[in-house]
Structures are given as structure tokens and as C-alpha cells.
């Protein structure tokens, strides 16, 4: 699986949209770019994931470079309860049998 | 849907002792299950890869004699670690795929090792 790069913390004030950044100058065209997030002491939640186009669901939108060589994850309106560590993973896909590799994520943190 | 269970949620044991920890797939049938380590402050690690109705396939530096897994049907998973030790005191989480290119993870399982 292709390398992601994310900065270590993040801060957002609540009610404010959160912008989270991924580089993945690496990956190939058959990978998507997943996100996840770990609220402390839970197993980790899936939020999005993408190939090419941008996505949006009730969660979040991804916003994939034409490149594809970055990605932007966004929550619209951040509550306190979206303070958690957020991961970006490429991984291609393959009849439900692929792998995740977790990074060291971004710790995001959504302040009153 | 997609939902993914594991039981103990906290189990606390002495050295020497083992534990199991069960992975269910509630809504939907997992061939394949993962089984993740995370040690605090540190990200989750993949230690194997959990193959309904054949062995598991352990990644690099996991000793497969300690940690053992059993995929016994299409909705269980379990994990034992044998002789336990509190070097293996770390938070433990499986994950299946129930959705088309998504894997759903368990709430997981915190080991303490006394």
C-alpha cells in the first residue's frame, strides 16, 4: 500500500468545517483513498472513501486532487464529539480480502 | 449493517494465563477477518489476517504459537493469546468487511496482564 503523510494535530473550533490534509504522491490507479477515525479507547469508524471523484455522505466530503496525489477530508460543522484521531489509508480493494496499514493520523481536536 | 462485535470488551488476567477474544460478524459473513494491536499512543498494527475454514496468516515479527487464531465459521473469529505476559497488555481489535470495499472494525478488546 502507498504512504500517506498527515500533520500530527489539528485544531478546529466548533461549529467551524475541519479541513484535513493527506499528501499520497505515491499511489497507483487501481487505490482508493479511505478515511477513518478513532475516538479514544473505541475501534476505529469509517467516514469516506473515494477513487477519483470527489464523495459526500452524512459524515463528510472527500475532496481528491485531479492528480490524485492529496486528498482533503472535510466535516462541514464540527462538534466537540468529532475530537478524535482521523486516518488516511490508500489501499487498493479486492473482493472484501484487502488490508488497511494505519498511520500515525491527525489528532484532531474541536475546541468550544 | 455491517456491524462487528467483540467480546470480552476489558479483560484483565494473570502472567501465564490465556484469553480468547471473539470477533462476530453480526449482520453479514466475513471469509476473511483482520486482528489489529494498538499499544497506547501508538497506532494499530496488523497482526494477522484471519481466513474462514484455513490458517491464519500472521504478519512479520507475530508468533503464531502465541497468538492463535481460529476461524472456525463464517461469522466468529477468535484470538487466544497462550501464556499471556504484560508485555502483551495492549488494546486488541478485529475487522471484517460487510460492505463493498469497506471494513467495519470491532469497539475492541483491552488486555491487562497482571
Known amino acids: 500500500d502507498a504512504k500517506t503523510t498527515q500533520p500530527p494535530s489539528m485544531d478546529c473550533a466548533e461549529g467551524r468545517a475541519a479541513n484535513l490534509p493527506c499528501n499520497h504522491s505515491t499511489i497507483s490507479g487501481n487505490e482508493y483513498v479511505y478515511w477513518y477515525r478513532q475516538i479514544h479507547s473505541q475501534g476505529p469508524q469509517y467516514i469516506i472513501h473515494?477513487?477519483?471523484n470527489n464523495e459526500t455522505n452524512e459524515m463528510a466530503s472527500l475532496i481528491i486532487t485531479e492528480d490524485r496525489k492529496s486528498s482533503t477530508l472535510i466535516l462541514p460543522h464540527a462538534t466537540l464529539r468529532d475530537t478524535a484521531v482521523y486516518y488516511c489509508i490508500v489501499s487498493s480493494s479486492g473482493a472484501g480480502s484487502y488490508q488497511l496499514t494505519f498511520g500515525k493520523g491527525t489528532k484532531l481536536s474541536v475546541i468550544p | 449493517g455491517a456491524v462487528v462485535s467483540q467480546h470480552p470488551s476489558r479483560v484483565i488476567c494473570k502472567s501465564g494465563t490465556s484469553v480468547k477474544i471473539e470477533c462476530r460478524s453480526l449482520?453479514?459473513?466475513?471469509?476473511?477477518m483482520f486482528w489489529y494491536r494498538q499499544f497506547p499512543k501508538q497506532s494499530l498494527m496488523l497482526m494477522a489476517t484471519?481466513?474462514?475454514?484455513?490458517?491464519?496468516?500472521?504478519e512479520q515479527g507475530v508468533e503464531k504459537d502465541k497468538f492463535l487464531i481460529n476461524h472456525a465459521s463464517l461469522t466468529l473469529s477468535t484470538l487466544t493469546v497462550t501464556s499471556a505476559h504484560p508485555e502483551d497488555s495492549s488494546f486488541y481489535i478485529c475487522?471484517?468487511?460487510?460492505?463493498?470495499?469497506?471494513?467495519?472494525f470491532g469497539a475492541g478488546s483491552r488486555l491487562t496482564v497482571l
Open positions: 484471519s481466513n474462514e475454514g484455513s490458517k491464519a496468516t500472521y
Open positions: 475487522s471484517a468487511s460487510g460492505r463493498a470495499n469497506v471494513l467495519t
Open positions: 473515494g477513487l477519483k
Open positions: 449482520d453479514f459473513q466475513a471469509t476473511t
